[in-house]
């Protein structure tokens, strides 16, 4: 049988429309593919998104290598700056073009097209799962949550995993993800009192307490980094009052904030963190202080070892480039995976991702099908 065209394959993902949470058929195409191909494959379907499970060989295995990816994209934005169909897939001068090119459907492709002709042509001892979400790109709250939720349910476990997002910045193998920083978003309002702005004495102006918030948080030091990691960061990155009046204090004011951070933090001590500042500011200016608070993901690392250099030693075999073990960046599903199983990420050149135009070098798809084959042949050694 001839081998499974990584890139046909990826032509086939980025034609359907599978802007988050729309599926558009994607998944049904890696289903095909896996179940003629001796995989057993069922559906982790949570909250209207679909979720494909696929595994080869017998549930229980002593050993399991494990992928994970998605199908989901990003909107195309405005389809007039696209100079290409962004559902098209054509390619022009070796290069594919579509949303999903780089983000990551070519990845999905290629550990799908690696894992079918490996089990096909050296059936391994042991099993190989594939793991798809189609819920990555928006709140990830129905997708690889759910996967494992449904592994858990059934018996399934991955000893080992690599997520497929693209990694490298600039050139192939140069980089492999061994954690990722935690990340949260905090919104804050600050409630005072409106009043004429002729007569500041007789409101409380929700602004100062806001712009003094904002400069406490902003010019903290969180860390200086860690051995894994760069130094955690604070970005203000909203602030409004909706007050189109130049003689009216408002009586609120909103700003929100992100965190990246890193393994000397968590989101809860952040959080203690940020109570302690408003309780500050709050107490100063005498006024009220909402905020909500959302963690998208806590900091993790997977050592270097085993894994990272089974990983390494494939991506320099195959494109010779000793790759950058690195946590730069910022969250995927392996922030999911992490509880589950020690997991990588490799993936891709990913300079185009959510841009309008999105393409990935033909070859380069092809390149990731032979790293990913050979993970596979040397984990199964």
């Not at 059936?123 to 799962?129: A, F, L, R, T």
């Amino acid at each position: 049988m001839a081998p499974v065209d990584p890139a046909d394959l990826t032509a086939q993902l980025v034609r359907c429309a599978s802007v988050t949470p729309a599926n558009d058929g994607a998944l049904e195409v890696l289903e095909t593919l896996l179940s003629d191909a001796g995989f057993d494959c069922a559906w982790a379907d949570r909250g209207g998104i679909k979720n494909l499970f696929a595994r080869w060989g017998n549930k229980g295995n002593t050993r399991s290598f494990g992928f994970n990816g998605h199908t989901d994209v990003v909107p195309i934005g405005n389809p007039d700056d696209w100079t290409m169909p962004p559902f098209g897939a054509e390619v022009k001068d070796g290069i594919m073009y579509g949303r999903g090119t780089t983000d990551m459907k070519s990845g999905v492709a290629a550990f799908a097209a690696a894992a079918v002709d490996f089990v096909r042509d050296t059936p391994p001892d042991g099993s190989v799962i594939l793991a798809i979400t189609g819920d990555e790109e928006g709140d990830a709250t129905d997708g690889t949550t759910a996967l494992l939720e449904h592994m858990e349910k059934h018996g399934e476990r991955m000893d080992v995993c690599l997520v497929g997002e693209p990694t490298c910045p600039e050139a192939m193998g140069e980089m492999i993800k061994i954690g990722r920083r935690g990340s949260m978003t905090i919104w804050f309002k600050v409630i005072g009192k409106q009043g004429h702005s002729a007569y500041p004495h007789r409101a409380n102006n929700p602004l100062p307490a806001m712009v003094r918030l904002m400069d406490r948080l902003a010019s903290h030091e969180l860390d200086q980094g860690t051995d894994h990691f760069d130094p955690s960061t604070l970005a203000v990155v909203t602030v409004d009052t909706g007050n189109p009046a130049t003689n009216v204090i408002p009586a609120s004011c909103a700003a929100t904030v992100n965190i990246r951070f890193n393994d000397t933090h968590s989101g809860a001590s952040l959080t203690e963190w940020i109570d302690g500042e408003v309780t500050k500011i709050r107490d100063a200016f005498g006024v009220q202080i909402e905020t909500k608070v959302k963690i998208s993901g806590e900091s993790f690392i997977t050592p270097p070892g085993d894994l990272s250099s089974l990983v390494a030693t494939a991506v320099e075999a195959e494109t010779g480039v000793k790759p950058q073990l690195s946590t730069t960046g910022g969250t995927s599903d392996a922030r999911f995976v992490k509880s589950h199983c020690p997991v990588v990420e490799f993936g891709l050149v990913g300079q185009s991702m959510h841009q309008v135009d999105e393409h990935v070098r033909v070859e380069h798809i092809h390149q990731l099908k032979a790293i990913y084959g050979r993970i596979l042949r040397d984990y199964f050694a």
